[in-house]
């Protein structure tokens, strides 16, 4: 299965930024929508940002509305996430995957993605 490679990861002090980069390794036709997910230890998959590539709307949950902006570039087709505003609780391994469906209204829901990669490391630590 197709993975992609996310990048960009880091530490930073509560406050500051980071922008990660996922590079889909085969964006398809039938590709529909690409997210950002997130787990911290002890915790589930969370996704918090989804970009529909049909109509290019995004969604974000309301753990990083305000704070994390996602958005792609289709020269490279590479999908960022800019991140400010940083806290502790942010700290998990972030990840990207792709879906066949569209973006839902109702939420990122891991198990409608796939293609998932290693991850890159966010920490916010003072």
């Known amino acids: 299965q197709v993975q992609q490679v996310e990048s960009g990861g880091g530490t930073v002090q509560p406050g500051g930024s980071l922008r990660l980069s996922c590079a889909p390794s085969?964006?398809?036709?039938?590709?529909?929508?690409i997210a950002w997910f997130r787990q911290a230890p002890d915790k589930e998959r969370e996704g918090v940002a989804a970009f529909d590539i049909s109509d290019s709307t995004i969604r974000y949950s309301d753990s990083v509305k305000g704070r994390f902006i996602t958005s792609k570039d289709n020269a490279n087709n590479t999908l960022y996430l800019q991140m400010n505003s940083l806290k502790p609780e942010d700290t998990a391994m972030y990840y990207c995957?792709?879906?066949?469906?569209?973006?839902?209204?109702?939420?990122?829901?891991?198990?409608?993605?796939?293609?998932w990669g290693q991850g890159t490391q966010v920490t916010v630590s003072s």
């Open positions: 995957a792709v879906s066949v469906w569209r973006c839902s209204d109702y939420g990122i829901d891991s198990r409608d993605f796939s293609g």
């Open positions: 085969a964006l398809t036709s039938s590709t529909k929508c």
